[in-house]
């Protein structure tokens, strides 16, 4: 069975971090990219960023630039984003995603996905 599950959210103040986990099951992460979406209440999903785990190239939301920043531990089937200087905009439910065989440099974060995990939620305090 295919699953991602992402792990690390909280309530943290602002100006604090996080580091939120994507862990995948029953598939490995080799010529996948995999991204990060949040989504606030009343508002549409922001895709944050996104990485291929083949080459390692990586794309961020402006909104998120130089503050978050997105790996992968291919041998663990892991992808990490670890947030920075967390804003209160920056509270949402935070979903990891994955899709196969797609290359994120120079085309940015895949619109459709193969895979999608529950969330995790972020609340980041004034």
């Known amino acids: 069975e295919v699953q991602l599950v992402e792990s690390g959210g909280g309530l943290v103040q602002a100006g604090g971090s996080l580091r939120l986990s994507c862990a995948a099951s029953?598939?490995?992460?080799?010529?996948?990219?995999i991204g990060w979406f949040r989504q606030a209440p009343g508002k549409e999903r922001e895709g944050v960023s996104c990485?291929?785990?083949?080459?390692?190239?990586?794309y961020y939301a402006d909104s998120v630039k130089g503050r978050f920043t997105i790996s992968s531990d291919n041998a663990k089937n892991t992808v990490y984003l670890q947030m920075n200087s967390l804003k209160p905009e920056d509270t949402a439910v935070y979903y990891c995603?994955?899709?196969?065989?797609?290359?994120?440099?120079?085309?940015?974060?895949?619109?459709?996905?193969?895979?999608w995990g529950q969330g995790t939620q972020v609340t980041v305090s004034s």
């Open positions: 995603a994955a899709i196969f065989g797609f290359v994120v440099a120079g085309k940015g974060c895949p619109v459709e996905y193969d895979y």
């Open positions: 029953g598939f490995t992460f080799d010529d996948h990219a």
């Open positions: 990485i291929s785990s083949s080459d390692g190239s990586t």
